[in-house]
C-alpha cells in the first residue's frame, strides 16, 4: 500500500531527476496528453464495417482488345 512516506520519496525522486523548473511543464504535457486521449476515446469516429463477406467477388476478365 503506498503510504504519504512513499509519495514523499517518489517527489524528491523526480525533483531530484528532473529539476524543479522542468516539473510543471512535464505535469502540464502529461495533463493534455492524458486529457486528448480521454476526448478520442468519447469522439471515437465510427469504423467502416467489412462487407467483403456480402458482396460478390469482382469480375476478373481479360482487358479487351480492339481489332
Same mark, same amino acid.
Given at each position: 500500500? *503506498?503510504?504519504?512516506?512513499? *509519495?514523499?520519496?517518489?517527489?524528491?525522486?523526480?525533483?531530484?531527476?528532473?529539476?524543479?523548473?522542468?516539473?510543471?511543464?512535464?505535469?502540464?504535457?502529461?495533463?493534455?496528453?492524458?486529457?486528448?486521449?480521454?476526448?478520442?476515446?468519447?469522439?471515437?469516429?465510427?469504423?467502416?464495417?467489412?462487407?467483403?463477406?456480402?458482396?460478390?467477388?469482382?469480375?476478373?476478365?481479360?482487358?479487351?482488345?480492339?481489332?
Amino acid at each position: 500500500m *503506498i503510504g504519504p512516506q512513499d *509519495i514523499w520519496v517518489a517527489l524528491g525522486l523526480m525533483v531530484f531527476f528532473f529539476g524543479a523548473k522542468k516539473l510543471p511543464e512535464l505535469s502540464r504535457s502529461l495533463g493534455h496528453a492524458v486529457s486528448e486521449f480521454k476526448k478520442g476515446l468519447v469522439d471515437e469516429p465510427p469504423r467502416p464495417e467489412n462487407h467483403a463477406a456480402d458482396s460478390p467477388p469482382p469480375e476478373n476478365r481479360p482487358p479487351e482488345t480492339q481489332g
